[in-house]
């Protein structure tokens, strides 16, 4: 019942507390994600984005599980954009893998976890979600980065 009194952003961010004490999840603060925004930030507002949709929509889903997962979905831990010898020219593709393997080392995930995070690059990852709670990461994910895609186009337009 609390949990349905907080606002998204209130229980994203209590979450994300938890996973910071317990692993290496404050170094997502470490790496860009999208023009000025970090791959923490990114995640945060996936994971509030997610929510907010699972409460429009009035899905019946696990709320601990959706945070949980959107919040990891990225946890590759490394900066994509430092790519001299071409190691990361896939990233886009591969680093829900190794994100997964990061986050496997570091907490006990559960199925639908493991899901959101290896499934929320569909379709360039061939393989769909299999949970509500996945396919509605993978959406906000969608939603998170075109929103911060374009918000660095528009700044980097106005300096102009």
Known sequence: ?????MTAEQL??????KLE?????????DYIQHGSVSVYA???SVAAESLRI?????LNVDTDSLIRGALLHDYFLYDWHDNPDGRH?????THPYKALKNAIED?????KECDIIVHHMFPLVPVPPHSKEAWVV??????CATRETLLMRKASMSVR
């Open 89 to 93: 020219n896939l990233h886009g593709f």
């Open 107 to 111: 907490f006990d995930l559960n199925e």
């Open 21 to 29: 004490t317990e692993s290496r999840y404050s170094l997502t603060k």
């Open 138 to 143: 993978c959406l906000a994910d969608k939603i």
């Open 42 to 44: 990114h995640c945060i």
């Open 1 to 5: 019942m609390e949990n349905e009194l």
């Open 54 to 58: 699972a409460r429009r929509l009035r």
């Open 12 to 17: 994203v961010l209590r979450i994300a507390d």
